[in-house]
């Protein structure tokens, strides 16, 4: 059976989040078979860490799920940029590989905002349509969809490298009332 999960980082220190951030990546990357990031251009001063980001997969423009391409959507945007958010984000997709890996564990850019662990603003990893590991907000928020051997899997390695395996926890589902 196939379940959402999400890390509980009440327990976690900045430390403890970045080494979960991690070792939950580098597992996805060994089970997955692709990425989608989501990037923030305006979020890097060193061209060559988006160029870095950028050069792993195809670039195209990322439409920002949630707002209509209207103009109550372009007031909402205006909006978000006033606040220092862009509506000109960037989505890389593509196969997995050792060098994704290593792209993806780097440091944030210096005007990340929300988690600060992760170099880009959303990572999904994939495995067919399946969505395994999501981290979002720069590692803010991160959840996966694993089945009850991966889930164990997952757990055993948090354990052997030292990281809590309880702060995987169930999402919970609502059901509807008969």
């Known amino acids: 059976m196939t379940g959402t999960y999400v890390i509980n980082e009440a ?20 089970h997955g078979d692709r990425f989608v990031l989501r990037l923030d251009p305006s ?24 707002i209509p391409d209207d103009a109550v959507g372009r007031a909402l945007s205006a909006i978000g940029r006033a606040f220092g958010a862009s509506d000109e984000l960037v989505q890389v997709e593509g196969l997995l590989g050792p060098g994704v890996l290593s792209e993806l564990l780097r440091d944030p850019p210096p005007r990340a905002r929300g988690g600060e662990i992760s170099p880009a603003e959303d990572v999904l990893v994939m495995k067919g349509d399946r969505t395994l590991y999501g981290s979002y907000d720069y590692g803010a928020r991160q959840l996966l969809e694993l089945e009850d051997a991966e889930l164990e899997e997952v757990r055993r390695e948090l354990e052997r490298a030292g990281l809590e395996p309880d702060s995987i926890v169930v999402v919970p589902t609502t059901r509807e009332k008969p």
């Open 43 to 66: 979020a890097y001063d060193d061209p060559d860490q988006l160029k870095g980001l950028t050069g792993l997969g195809t670039s195209r423009p990322a439409r920002v799920e949630g």
């Open 11 to 30: 327990r976690l220190g900045p430390d403890q989040a970045a080494a979960l951030y991690r070792a939950l990546l580098e597992w996805a990357g060994r």
